[in-house]
């Protein structure tokens, strides 16, 4: 049984570009949240998809945005990328209403230089 | 003042050591407490997890939350090695927004 699973693994992004990062959940799971993890600190939510809809929103500007396939599995774009943007981007996954058993992925390290 | 509170270390304990790990958090309306282990450069795995006050025990791993006093901890009985890793610990009211401590770094030395 596979579990989450993100790409790319690393990224190197200028300042200014775009990005997107992919995920796909655990079998049998429906919700996905992203998180974003800066160096030395814990991770911090962006944003929550169930049912292709973006459910709940942490403090992230509106640079940060997503997609919920029809399959479950899920984009996280930024725009205008900023130097401090540069921290590792977690997807994690869930299903239903059991909020006690969220799973993380590997993540995706970004670099914005 | 942060919503959740992790001293970030690091911790430094002899292989076989009891290690204690906690947090503490001001929001009363949190009632699912997780701790969560992180290796280098991976992704967060899921521990252990409590729902409201009391005790909850999973091999070498003994959750406690004790909701009076704003305040959650891990015990790791025997400690290893391969426990080395930072430990941090989140919590909710309800819904997949958690809320993370920074992380404990934990260092077990053989």
């Known amino acids: 049984d596979a579990g989450v699973t993100q790409s790319p693994t690393h990224l190197i992004k200028t300042r200014g570009q775009q990005v997107t990062l992919r995920c796909s959940p655990k079998?049998?799971?429906?919700?996905v949240s992203w998180y974003q993890q800066a160096l030395g600190q814990g991770p911090q939510f962006i944003f929550q998809?169930?049912?292709?809809?973006?459910?709940q929103r942490g403090n992230f500007p509106d640079r940060f945005s997503g997609h919920q396939f029809p399959n479950y599995s899920s984009e996280l774009n930024v725009n205008a990328l900023l130097l401090g943007d540069s921290a590792l981007y977690l997807c994690?996954?869930?299903?239903?209403?059991?909020?006690?058993?969220?799973?993380f992925g590997p993540g995706t390290r970004l670099t914005v230089t | 003042q942060k919503e959740v509170e992790q001293d970030p270390g690091p911790l430094s304990v002899p292989e076989g050591a009891i290690v204690s790990l906690n947090c503490t958090y001001s929001?009363?309306?949190?009632?699912?407490f997780m701790w969560y282990r992180q290796y280098s450069r991976k992704g967060p795995e899921l521990l252990m997890y409590?729902?409201?006050?009391g005790n909850k025990e999973d091999g070498r791993f003994t959750a406690q939350v004790d909701k009076s006093s704003k305040y959650i901890s891990l015990f790791i009985r025997d400690s290893q090695p391969s426990d080395s890793a930072t430990y941090l610990c989140?919590?909710?009211?309800?819904?997949?927004?958690?809320?993370f401590g920074t992380g404990t770094r934990l260092k077990v030395l053989a």
């Open positions: 409590t729902y409201s006050s």
């Open positions: 929001n009363s309306a949190f009632q699912y």
């Open positions: 998809y169930y049912e292709e809809e973006e459910r």
């Open positions: 989140a919590m909710t009211g309800g819904t997949y927004k958690y809320i």
């Open positions: 994690a996954s869930s299903q239903g209403v059991v909020f006690h058993e969220q799973y």
């Open positions: 079998s049998g799971h429906d919700t």
